[in-house]
């Protein structure tokens, strides 16, 4: 199909639009879901020293079988004051640094001790550094631990903090305004006239972008006029780096997006992409913003928001990866073959197979509750049988 935009194409173009975010330094407390603008390095070994792995006692593996004499105790968080000699031991817990002399901690199951005297009672270590956490086990000073664009998840702080940083550089928070467009939408909850309809766009893109690095998103709603969309656009391209608007988007008489964005002085980009479904994308610029014009159907919105909108949030906020990643999985049924545009099929992984559901249609929103993943079916691809592989990306 001629003038269409190949997927990748349309997605190199729109994070060439513009750099990401100036990065700024924040605390832990505020880092989930931000990504890193600098590499973090460690400051320290971790752990500065060797450390118990067990509860038990520090011995020298060329005193046992024993008997020991026990000569202190070594609690997590304090360095032991004596050093092991030949025939002592010295108490110790999880945690706590392994005092000098000692090679091996003795679990406390494999030991009776009477006041001072700890006598061998079970198997023993087995082997010199037995339950010992090396020094630098974990990293050492000066390792990059986490590269610039990692997303901080929870894992990904624990690191951070343990590196003995006080704080992280980020990437900024994209300020993302969502605008539905359409006559026939109503806020959800308040009551239809006839040929009216739930907004749901609004409130299922605040939803995806709730979980991005992006400042919180209140959906906007205006009717078919392309003179106030213009001013609309206008005023949100003052206070917002993304414009994302849904309908009207393609060539319809109420389709007012392209046509408001010139009005207002902005610059299309690109219009229509190889894809189904989403074909009516729109992707330009005003001022410093990115204009991203989303297709009014629900199913459509859906996927190019995943594919496009929330790649571009990542781009701005400092993602390494901004894109989702594409995984593969045999089909559970046979699979019709493809036509000429790249085909975006809401399914089901389920027992490591993948179902695409009978309904296709952009316009339903249903199917959008069960699916978690969206089947790919390239241009012009062969029909396939159950059990052939089949590429797909994870939905939440």
């Known amino acids: 199909m001629t003038g269409l935009l190949p997927v990748e194409q349309a997605q190199a173009r729109l994070l060439a639009l513009r750099a990401p975010l100036a990065s700024e330094k924040i605390s832990f407390s505020e880092s989930p879901g931000r990504y890193l603008s600098d590499d973090v390095v460690a400051l320290r070994d971790q752990p500065a020293a060797a450390l118990s792995a067990m509860d038990g006692y520090a011995i020298r593996y060329g005193d046992l079988p024993g008997?020991?004499?026990?000569?202190?105790?070594?609690?997590?968080?304090?360095?032991?004051?004596?050093?092991?000699?030949?025939?002592?031991?010295?108490?110790?817990?999880?945690?706590?640094?392994?005092?000098?002399?000692?090679?091996?901690?003795?679990?406390?199951?494999?030991?009776?001790?009477?006041?001072a005297r700890l006598t061998l009672t079970g198997d023993g270590p087995g082997a010199r550094g037995r339950h010992i956490r090396a020094r630098a086990i974990d990293f050492a000073s000066g390792a990059c631990l986490l590269p610039a664009g990692t997303r901080l998840t929870p894992g990904a702080i624990a690191a951070a903090a343990m590196s003995g940083a006080g704080q992280l550089a980020v990437g900024g928070r994209p300020r993302v305004a969502v605008l539905t467009t359409g006559d026939e939408l109503v806020q959800p909850g308040r009551a239809l006239a006839a040929g009216q309809i739930p907004d749901s766009n609004g409130v299922m893109l605040a939803?995806?972008?709730?979980?991005?690095?992006?400042?919180p998103v209140l959906p906007h709603h205006i009717r078919d006029d392309r003179e106030t969309l213009s001013s609309v656009l206008k005023e949100l391209a003052r206070r917002h780096d993304v414009i994302?608007?849904?309908?009207?988007?393609?060539?319809?008489?109420?389709?007012?997006?392209?046509?408001?964005?010139?009005?207002?002085?902005?610059?299309?980009?690109?219009?229509?992409?190889a894809m189904r479904p989403g074909k009516p994308l729109i992707a330009g610029t005003l001022g410093d913003a990115i204009l991203l014009g989303l297709p009014g159907n629900p199913s459509s919105a859906f996927v190019t928001a995943t594919l496009f909108l929330l790649p571009l949030v990542r781009h701005l906020a400092g993602a390494r990866d901004p894109f989702p990643?594409?995984?593969?999985?045999?089909?559970?049924?046979?699979?019709?073959?493809?036509?000429?545009?790249?085909?975006?099929?809401?399914?089901?992984?389920?027992?490591?197979?993948?179902?695409?559901?009978?309904?296709?249609?952009?316009?339903?929103?249903?199917?959008?509750?069960?699916?978690?993943?969206?089947?790919?079916?390239?241009?012009?691809?062969?029909?396939?049988?159950?059990?052939?592989?089949?590429d797909y990306i994870v939905i939440a």
């Open 67 to 115: 008997p020991w004499t026990v000569i202190g105790e070594a609690a997590a968080g304090a360095a032991p004051d004596r050093t092991v000699g030949a025939g002592e031991a010295m108490r110790i817990f999880t945690g706590a640094m392994l005092p000098a002399g000692a090679d091996t901690v003795i679990v406390q199951e494999d030991v009776a001790r009477d006041g």
């Open 207 to 215: 939803a995806m972008l709730a979980g991005e690095a992006a400042e």
């Open 244 to 273: 994302v608007t849904v309908g009207g988007a393609s060539v319809g008489d109420h389709d007012h997006v392209r046509g408001a964005l010139e009005d207002a002085g902005g610059r299309l980009d690109f219009w229509r992409i």
């Open 325 to 390: 990643a594409t995984h593969k999985a045999p089909l559970a049924a046979p699979l019709p073959a493809g036509g000429g545009r790249r085909d975006y099929l809401r399914a089901r992984l389920a027992d490591g197979q993948l179902t695409p559901f009978l309904g296709q249609e952009s316009g339903l929103t249903l199917p959008l509750a069960s699916a978690n993943a969206l089947l790919i079916r390239e241009i012009g691809a062969p029909a396939r049988d159950a059990g052939e592989m089949a």
